[in-house]
């Protein structure tokens, strides 16, 4: 059973309470399509679950078949940087698509982002060891593949349908509840 191998820490980027009961860590790729199919599946198991669960997105851009996954994911860093990861986030899987460096852009200057300094950050790579470090841990963890899903630190094998999800989580909760 793989488990998660890098803790839950201040680079993370987490939706949902810390505290909560339920901890469900995603490694994506906003241009892989599973992902994409995912996205609104994950989005309806946070609204489920609301105050027991909290959701984690590491980044595990598959670079060689998904070109501009690396590109949009130091983008929703660079969003994270001005609290807006969420809204990037969002943005880039309802737009992907048609993901190409200008919907970047565009949605970079819809969330009020200057085009400029998103540049500068992608021509300069300073969200490049973030994103490395999440695609670390993430091999550390035994993915290799996206979307990858741990709950409460073990790795989800099944499906990522939403009763799939929702009843694996309801699984891992009553075992550790009997811990």
């Known amino acids: 059973m793989a488990t998660l191998k890098t803790p839950i820490n201040k680079s993370d980027h987490v939706r949902g309470p810390m505290r909560a009961a339920i901890t469900l860590v995603e490694y994506g790729d906003y241009q ?3 992902c994409g199919m995912a996205h609104p599946i994950v989005n309806q198991v946070q609204a489920y679950f609301r105050n027991s669960l909290r959701f984690v997105f590491r980044h595990f851009p598959l670079t060689e078949v998904h070109p501009l996954a690396g590109i949009a994911a130091e983008s929703a ?12 986030h969002d943005a880039l899987f309802e737009n992907q698509t048609v993901l190409s460096i200008s919907t970047i852009f565009r949605i970079a200057d819809e969330l009020r982002l200057p085009e400029v300094m998103l540049r500068n950050a992608l021509e300069t790579g300073r969200y490049k060891n973030k994103v490395r470090s999440d695609f670390m841990g993430g091999v550390r963890s035994g993915v290799n593949g996206t ?5 409460n630190g073990v790795r989800h094998d099944g499906a990522y349908d939403f009763v799939s999800l929702t009843d694996a989580i309801q699984l891992r909760l009553t075992a550790d509840s009997h811990v």
């Open 32 to 34: 892989c399509p599973h």
């Open 77 to 88: 860093e660079f969003a994270g940087a001005a609290g807006l990861f969420w809204e990037m």
């Open 147 to 151: 979307p990858a899903f741990f709950i």
